[in-house]
């Protein structure tokens, strides 16, 4: 028994709390694509997104594992999510981090669920038994990107628009993506001799 629910209950209970946060959360990036904040879809991302991370650590386990180390790092990017979004309310620099901090969070909600899939879904999990084989370094590889967002750019008394293809997370946290300068509506950054910018 798990919060007194049965343990396939409660396993039923995390999954669809895990396919509410992806879905939303897809939506909410078209929402920043789009420049439209989506509040309440947002609000029900973050919550449910959330709660995915805190019910997977109640399954009875004898030893930590990956998935635990990936749900405190997802733990970590949303607290800070809702910190720029709420605390904020995402002024200035405080938008880019409410972008980048969400979208971790939705990525490794996707990540875990895809290598779960792999693991516990027969079907699925004879495709790839070890997790080495093409079909499963194909679904990893789709999921790895985050879909970019746009942003707008005041220049004076002109008002550019800037969108990047892919924000991967890779970059993101690599030693290589160093020279970062920072304004009221973005964050631009050099990378292999690409200049991008990120915002909401």
Excluded at 2 to 8: A, D, E, V, Y
Excluded at 107 to 127: R, T
């Amino acid at each position: 028994m798990i919060l007194g629910m049965s343990t396939p209950t409660f396993t039923l209970l995390h999954v669809l709390l895990s396919l509410a946060g992806i879905g939303s959360g897809l939506i909410v990036v078209y929402g920043m694509l789009t420049r439209n904040r989506m509040d309440g879809l947002a609000a029900f991302f973050l919550a449910t997104t959330i709660l995915t991370d805190l019910t997977g650590y109640l399954f009875p386990v004898e030893h930590i594992l990956p998935s635990h180390i990936v749900g405190a790092i997802s733990l970590t990017a949303l607290a800070i999510a809702l910190v720029a979004r709420y605390g904020r309310r995402m002024e200035g620099s405080w938008r880019w981090i409410y972008v980048v901090t969400a979208m971790i969070g939705l990525y490794l909600n996707v990540f875990v669920g895809v290598v779960q899939s792999f693991l516990k879904i027969p079907p699925v999990h004879a495709l790839a038994p070890t997790q080495k084989e093409p079909p499963f370094l194909v679904v990893q590889l789709l999921g790895e990107e985050i879909p970019a967002c746009t942003c707008r750019r005041r220049t004076g008394s002109v008002e550019e628009s800037f969108v990047i293809n892919r924000l991967e997370p890779s970059q993101l946290l690599s030693s290589r993506c160093m020279h970062l300068r920072v304004g009221a509506h973005g964050v631009f950054y050099s990378h292999d001799d690409r200049r991008d910018v990120v915002a909401l």
